[in-house]
């Protein structure tokens, strides 16, 4: 043999391994099928532990459509590579789980991989998931399965190439599957263990509070910084400090459980069904939830009151425009004298996360899309000013309100704000 | 001096820019089909058409509307002569105290005008941010659907519905 030919072989040979390495990273198998659990196969009391498991995890959230059942997929998720359609979680056994075995289920939560064998996306937080105890992930699955069969078939994905060719999530799970429960620590207390529990792994807050890189994984080393999700800035979970009035333990409980912290202001956008089903479980869960929340918290510098600046912005022409249209369309609740302001604690304007907040963001969403109804959660209410309010004049009032309300120095670049945030919902 | 284009009028008027449309139509216009309801917008008794869009004329500023055009309840018919989903809403006696029903039929209509034949849902949907004290959502869904040309309620809404308007006629 030539030395060239040595070389052959043996590039030839390193390529067959990587290939065989590749397939069997890519290559999960299916697991069988199994006939729908029989009524009466999981007790009330796991049913029941299920139930808060499932509220816990937020599945509702994602897994119903717009008027649709619950559990039976087709929400549309719009990330920045597609839309990626929710699937049906009910046992239905052609179009939803109704053949998947309790170890399939555990196999979906832990790794991410669908009984037939196919790679679940990421916009499903098995990445968090995974954390669960499996008595935890029993009593999900127990819930589950107990719940009205539902035949719908999500839309099909609509991704870019090559992303909807499942097998590449292998090397996206190298990078940001870590797969496994969470280990209990023991220099913590117990309720400590259960936030970081509920945080990390069921809740996973990162997903939506965590900046995303280039392709979706959560930047590493930046957990909790605050993402931007439908559009909507979720807030940095570790500069709870940073706040007017700094976030409590109190405080903390309240908002997620009742939708409304007297020193912050009302949940919106993407956390109002959030925090719809942190109201049903355990007050102890939300407690461990503030608990570790509050101790993952990073020294931020305070941002700087800049009393000059805030007096100059009040002056503009476009914070003026702003005063008008907010004697008329905001004063009634939001001004000083209004009933509002005195009932159920509502919040002054001053103490609003949206309007201290580094960008208009969320200030315009609010204007925009306003809180709606909820049915008879209707606590919050506010209406929308999107249709009857063009660019410019969202931004004059998001100027004025900034200015009137915050020491924070003005916003930048506040209409070109209005025009983004605007075309991006309408592209939803 | 504020220029409101309403109901095909234009009008100058020397009133506070901030002051809401609402107010200009009942106090300075004599217009009194839009209702003062809440204040709030959160209960639609205020609807009116500005632009093809329903809004609540209680929370919009008139330094705001420019030479968009204002529309109310009057521009639709007079008592001799409704509008057709003025005469549904009297057909189907929509209204019990009739304080919604000046909101309700200005919201319908801007539905119907950008949209004559809505789906069920479209008009259930559409109709959600108004609100009836007295509870005869039925009676103004129903008297929507006959403009729109929807189908009747099915049978099991129906039934109860059809009692009512009994009940209304004996």
Known sequence: MTSKSRWLA??????????????????????????????????????????????????IVCHTAKGGKPFAGGLPLATPFGTIYATNITPDV??????????AFTRALRYGVARDGHLLYPAFPYIHFTRMSDGDIAAAYAYLMTR????????????????????LLAFWNVLFLHPGAQQPDPSKDAEWNRGKLLVDGLGH?????????????EKSGHAFDGGIVDGWEAPALNALGAAPRPWTREQLVAYLRTGRASEHGAAAGPMLPVRRDLATVAEADVQAIATYLLSIQKLRPVAATDAASTREALASAEAQ?????????????????????????????????????????????????????????SMNYMPAFGQIYNDQQIADLASYIRAAYSQRGPWKDVEATVTKVRKENNAR | MI????????????????????????????????????????????????????????LIPVASLGNKPVRTIESLGTPERPGPLQKAFIDHQAAQCGYCIAGMIMRAQALLERNPHPTERESLEHMEPNLCRC???????????????????????????LAASHGGAQ
């Open chain 1, 321 to 377: 425009r702003g005063a008008t249209l907010f004697a008329a369309s905001c004063a009634q609740c939001h001004g000083p004298a209004a009933p509002m302001q005195s009932i159920g604690e509502r919040p002054t304007l001053a103490f609003s996360t949206a309007v201290n907040a580094a960008t208009p963001r969320n200030a315009i969403q609010m204007m925009l899309s306003g809180n709606g109804w909820h049915g008879e959660d």
């Open chain 1, 205 to 217: 807050c990162a997903s939506c509070h965590s900046p995303l890189n280039a392709i979706g994984g």
């Open chain 2, 135 to 161: 509870g005869t959502h039925t009676r103004i869904l129903a008297a929507i659907r006959e403009v729109a040309h929807l189908p009747k309620a099915d049978a099991s809404h129906d039934k109860p519905q």
């Open chain 1, 148 to 167: 009205e069969p539902v035949e719908a078939t999500a839309p099909a994905n609509q991704l870019m190439f090559p992303l909807n060719f499942r097998p």
């Open chain 2, 3 to 58: 220029h409101l284009t309403v109901n095909g009028v234009q009008h100058a008027l020397d009133i506070d820019p901030s002051t809401p449309l609402l107010y200009a139509l009942r106090n300075d216009l004599q217009l009194h089909g839009a209702k003062f309801g809440c204040g709030l917008g959160q209960c639609g008794a205020c609807t009116v058409i500005v632009d093809g869009e329903a809004v609540f004329s209680c």
């Open chain 1, 94 to 103: 052609q179009t939803g789980i109704g053949s998947w075995s309790l170890e």
């Open chain 1, 10 to 59: 043996a590039g030839g040979v390193a390529i067959a391994a990587a290939l065989a390495a590749a397939f069997l990273l890519m290559w999960k198998p299916a697991l069988a099928p199994i006939s729908p659990p029989a009524q009466g196969t999981f007790d009330a009391g796991t049913r029941l532990a299920g139930a808060r498991v499932v509220a816990l995890g937020d599945c």
